[in-house]
């Protein structure tokens, strides 16, 4: 099922001389295929891999963005908070000594969406893993469908009032996205979707 995706990582980690690929390759795919992840996925990592590819203007470490994409998710328990950190922490790991771990672990890091101003990479990868806002609206259904399954253990009005508060967050940022392409691309879309999806989930607030 995902053969190409596997064919492009073992060019990448052969062409950036990755140590170990084939287990690191078992590990991206174990761990993004398993049980309860319906957005967080390979699907997901291919997705960011292809808008990686579209960006207009390749960003000053490209390589090490995209290493960075393969990592971002690989932890993911909706249950936790420390996702992005314990991500890292596995890139880190397996990427020890390597030219690009360190740079690859702190775009990894700014995917918590705190600060990335002035850093280039970190926001091209910011504004990629957050693409998905702006997209068309019915893939957006689906990856609040998604999001929601992956919060499945979550009462339905629990789950709405937090999932509310995550996007007036989106809402209520001075600038959702940060590059000239990315605004430009999905800005528009992103808060039509938002304030749709937010407008769905008020009456289940209890």
């Known amino acids: 099922m995902f053969e190409e995706l596997k064919h492009r990582w073992n060019y990448f980690a052969t062409r ?77 790991h397996y990427l020890r000594g390597h030219p690009m771990e360190v740079h690859a672990c702190a775009i990894i890091l700014a995917t918590r969406h ?20 702006g997209a068309q609206p019915k893939k957006y259904d689906a990856y609040a469908e998604n999001i929601r399954k992956e919060y499945h253990w979550v009462e339905e009005d629990e789950y709405a009032e937090a999932r509310v508060k995550v996007l007036e967050r989106f809402l209520n940022r001075r600038k959702l996205f940060q590059t000239p392409y990315a605004i430009g691309r999905w800005a528009n879309q992103s808060i039509q979707n938002i304030e749709r999806e937010r407008e769905s989930l008020l009456p289940k607030i209890s």
């Not at 705190?114 to 806002?133: P, R």
Request: glycine content about 2%; hydrophobic content about 35%; some cysteine.
């Open 114 to 133: 705190k600060i990335t101003a002035g850093m280039e990479d970190e926001e091209v990868m910011c504004d990629i893993d957050l693409s998905i806002l």
């Open 16 to 92: 950036t001389i990755i140590p170990h690929p084939d287990h690191l390759w078992e590990c991206i795919e174990t761990l993004y295929t398993e049980e309860g992840r319906h957005y967080h996925t390979l699907e997901h990592i291919e997705d960011c891999l292809n808008k990686l590819d579209q960006w207009p203007t390749p960003p000053p470490h490209r390589d090490t963005v995209e290493l960075a994409i393969w990592f971002h998710d690989i932890i993911y328990d909706t249950q936790r908070a420390d996702n992005e950190e314990s991500s890292a922490a596995l890139a880190t």
